[in-house]
C-alpha cells in the first residue's frame, strides 16, 4: 500500500523523482555522484509571503458558506548538506520556517507557529555485495485556517493544515549474483491531524523480493508487501504482490511498469466481523531528464490509506511535470489529480447521508506554475501561482477552490563546496523544501 500524503504535490524545478525506483533498478551499484569525503553545505535565510486569494467554501448544495482571502508571512532558513565518505552517502534538507497572520479577520483562528520540513536520505555500502538504504521525511506545521497542501502524492486538501507527517524507510540488498539482487525493506508512518473530524493514521509494513538484470537498459522486479495500518476505530492489514519492467532509453529518457493484486483486511470493532477485499493495482511512470529541460509523469491505480478518511480507500492519481532550467532561471508547470472511491463493503462504515451509489468520497485537483531567479550568486527569487479544486462526499472535508500566490527571497548566509546533492537523488523520498 502506497502511503500518501493529504498535501499539494510541488516539485517543479526539476525536484520530481517518480522514476528514481526505475533509475536506481537500472543502477543497482551506481559509484558516489561525487568525491570521496566532500562536504558540500548550504545555508540560507529566507522570507516571504503567502497570499490565499477567492477562498471558496461550499457546502453539499452547493451554496457558499466562506469567502475571502488571506495574507501569511513566514521567515525562516533552509539547511541543504551532502557528505560523501567511502562507504557512505549522505544527503539531508531541513527547513525551520516561523509563519504568522498578516490581516487575520475577525472571527477566524490565527495562524502563528513552525513549520518544519526534513528530508534525509543515506546509502551505505555495507559489503562489495550488499547495501542499505535509509530515508526520512517530516513535516509539521502550525495551525492553518485556510488549506495548507505542502508535500508530494496529493489526494486531499484537509480542512486544517494543523498537522504531522513521518515516513522512516529502509532497505537492504545483496548481489546474489552478477544479474540477480535480493532486497529485504521495512517501513513506518504517521499521520496525525489537530481537527477531530479527521482520522489519524499509522502504519508499518515489510517488503521483500528480487530484481533482475534482463540487459543494459532493462531491468525486472518481483515484490511482496505485507503492511499494517490503524486508524481510528479500525486497523487494516494488506498484502500485495507485484511485477514491475523499468528501461531506460536513449537522450534521458526511462519508464516503469508495475502491475500485480492486493488483499486488504479491516476489522471495525472486536465484536464485529472483519471485511475483506480484493483488487488489482497498476502504476505507469515515464521520465525525460536533459541539461534544460526535464519532465516527468506517472498514472497509478490502486490501495492507499485514506488521508484524515479513517480506512483504506481506492485511489486513482495522475501527476504531470515540466520545468526548463536555465543559468539562472527556472521555470517549472506542475499538476496534479486524484480520485478516492471506498470498497463496496467499507462503505458502511460511514453515515447513510454521505454514503454514493458510485462510492466516490473525494477528487482533488491542483496545478502549479513556479519561477526562481538566482542573483549575485549569493540570492535567489522564487514565485509560485497555484489553483487548487476539491469535491467531497465525506463531511470532514470542504468543497473548494481558491487561488494560492507565493514570493519569497532567500540569500546564502555559508556556503561550502559545490551545490549539495538532493536527498532524492540517494533513492529518498522527496520533500519540496521551498514549497510555499
Not at 164 to 186: K, N
Not at 392 to 400: E, I, K, P, R
Request: proline share 4%; hydrophobic share 40%; charged share 20%.
Amino acid at each position: 500500500m502506497r502511503r500518501q500524503s493529504g498535501l499539494l504535490s510541488r516539485g517543479s524545478s526539476g525536484r520530481w523523482r517518480f522514476l528514481a525506483p526505475a533509475l536506481l533498478l537500472l543502477a543497482p551499484t551506481a559509484p558516489p555522484a561525487f568525491a570521496a569525503g566532500q562536504l558540500r553545505v548550504l545555508l540560507e535565510a529566507e522570507a516571504g509571503a503567502r497570499s490565499d486569494g477567492n477562498y471558496d467554501v461550499r457546502d453539499t448544495t452547493g451554496a457558499a458558506a466562506t469567502t475571502g482571502s488571506r495574507s501569511t508571512g513566514r521567515g525562516g532558513f533552509n539547511l541543504n548538506l551532502s557528505y560523501a565518505l567511502r562507504r557512505l552517502d549522505l544527503a539531508l534538507e531541513y527547513s525551520p520556517f516561523y509563519e504568522q497572520d498578516l490581516n487575520r479577520r475577525e472571527g477566524t483562528d490565527s495562524l502563528s507557529g513552525l513549520t518544519h520540513r526534513l528530508n534525509l536520505a543515506a546509502n551505505a555500502a555495507l559489503s562489495e555485495r550488499s547495501r542499505l538504504h535509509l530515508s526520512e521525511r517530516l513535516l509539521s506545521s502550525p495551525t492553518f485556517t485556510l488549506y495548507g497542501p505542502t508535500l508530494g502524492e496529493t489526494v486531499v486538501a484537509p480542512r486544517r493544515g494543523n498537522e504531522l507527517y513521518q515516513d522512516f524507510d529502509s532497505e537492504l540488498d545483496t548481489d546474489l549474483t552478477r544479474r540477480t539482487a535480493f532486497f529485504l525493506g521495512a517501513s513506518e508512518s504517521l499521520h496525525r491531524f489537530a481537527d477531530p473530524a479527521l482520522s489519524d493514521s499509522r502504519g508499518v509494513g515489510g517488503r521483500t523480493g528480487l530484481r533482475f538484470q534482463l540487459d543494459a537498459e532493462r531491468n525486472l522486479e518481483i515484490k511482496a508487501v505485507a503492511s499494517s495500518f490503524r486508524f481510528t476505530g479500525l486497523t487494516s492489514d494488506v498484502v500485495e504482490a507485484t511485477a514491475a519492467l523499468a528501461k531506460i532509453f536513449g537522450h534521458g529518457s526511462a519508464l516503469r511498469l508495475e502491475l500485480g493484486g492486493f488483499a486488504v483486511r479491516s476489522q471495525p470493532a472486536a465484536d464485529r466481523p472483519s471485511l475483506t477485499s480484493n483488487g488489482v493495482e497498476g502504476d505507469f511512470q515515464l521520465t525525460h531528464q536533459r541539461e534544460r529541460l526535464r519532465w516527468d509523469g506517472e498514472l497509478r491505480h490502486g490501495i492507499a490509506p485514506g488521508v484524515g478518511i479513517g480506512r483504506p480507500v481506492v485511489l486513482d492519481s495522475a501527476v504531470v511535470g515540466v520545468s526548463t532550467l536555465g543559468r539562472r532561471t527556472t521555470v517549472g508547470l506542475s499538476a496534479s489529480a486524484a480520485r478516492s472511491r471506498d470498497f463496496a463493503n467499507l462503505a458502511q462504515l460511514q453515515s447513510a447521508e454521505e454514503q454514493r451509489s458510485d462510492r466516490r468520497l473525494v477528487d482533488f485537483v491542483a496545478a502549479t506554475l513556479d519561477a526562481s531567479w538566482s542573483f549575485a550568486d549569493r540570492g535567489r527569487l522564487h514565485g509560485e501561482v497555484s489553483r487548487v479544486w476539491q469535491t467531497s462526499s465525506l463531511a470532514a472535508f470542504d468543497n473548494v477552490s481558491y487561488n494560492r500566490y507565493f514570493l519569497g527571497i532567500a540569500l546564502a548566509v555559508y556556503k561550502t563546496g559545490e551545490t549539495p546533492l538532493h536527498p532524492a537523488s540517494q533513492g529518498g523520498l522527496d520533500v519540496e523544501p521551498h514549497t510555499p
